[in-house]
């Protein structure tokens, strides 16, 4: 069964450190989301994306993120200058369409330091 | 706005005990409604949505409009039902995505 993969699995980094963590989506999935969960908290919604752009951002994708599909395959989401507080496990999910299931990756723990 | 309210962080029963996951939310659209689960270093997972009505491993939820709430339930909880689980709304965001507001998510431990 295909499955959403997600690469590093952990990424440390420097405060001020540009990171970028990369999803590979169901091939046939048309909509992308990126969603995080800072430790002990709930998962939170960063971005959705489809038709090569931007759906949706939230409160927390600030100009500091960036989310980009460069292939046709790969959906990365990049940090330009990590702060401390974006240490979270970031969550990549693909769906078909619309409001139908989101199926997510394993994630990537990010730890700035 | 949307939020999803799960009061409970830990839940602990018996094996052979009923379970019930408490879930309530708020949204001025039509709702619809997830419980997705994740067990222990796996990744989330969709348990069930309202819309399908079906049981899944012995899970079943009812949307309850008028309370606003989609409670989890299960009559004989097994040890392997141990996990954490997510209730989730989606509502339309822009375009024809529809994002996840999640939880905080409910642990339920299942003793033998």
């Known amino acids: 069964e295909p499955e959403v993969t997600q690469t590093p699995s952990h990424q440390v980094t420097q405060m001020g450190q540009e990171v970028i963590l990369r999803c590979v989506p169901i091939s046939n999935h048309l909509y992308f989301y990126w969603y995080r969960q800072i430790l002990g908290q709930k998962v939170e919604f960063l971005v959705s994306?489809?038709?090569?752009?931007?759906?949706?951002k939230s409160e927390i994708f600030d100009d500091q993120f960036s989310v980009e599909r460069p292939d046709g395959s790969n959906f990365t989401l990049k940090i330009r200058s990590t702060k401390l507080e974006d240490s979270a496990m970031y969550f990549c999910?693909?769906?078909?369409?619309?409001?139908?299931?989101?199926?997510f990756g394993p994630g990537t723990r990010l730890t700035v330091l | 706005a949307q939020r999803v309210t799960q009061p409970e962080k830990l839940l602990s029963v018996f094996k052979g005990a009923p379970v019930e996951l408490k879930c309530n939310y708020s949204y001025s659209g039509s709702p619809e409604l997830f419980w997705y689960v994740q067990y222990s270093r796996q990744r989330l997972q969709l348990l069930l949505r309202h819309i399908s009505r079906e049981s899944i491993k012995g899970f079943t939820a009812d949307l309850n409009k008028g309370e606003t709430s989609f409670h989890l339930k299960k009559p004989f909880a097994q040890e392997e039902d141990s996990a954490m689980y997510y209730c989730?709304?989606?509502?339309?965001?822009?375009?024809?995505?529809?994002?996840?507001?999640f939880g905080k998510g409910t642990l339920l431990t299942v003793n033998p």
């Open positions: 989730a709304l989606s509502g339309r965001s822009g375009g024809s995505n529809y994002k996840l507001t």
């Open positions: 994306f489809y038709n090569n752009e931007i759906s949706e």
């Open positions: 999910a693909s769906g078909w369409g619309g409001n139908i299931e989101q199926f």
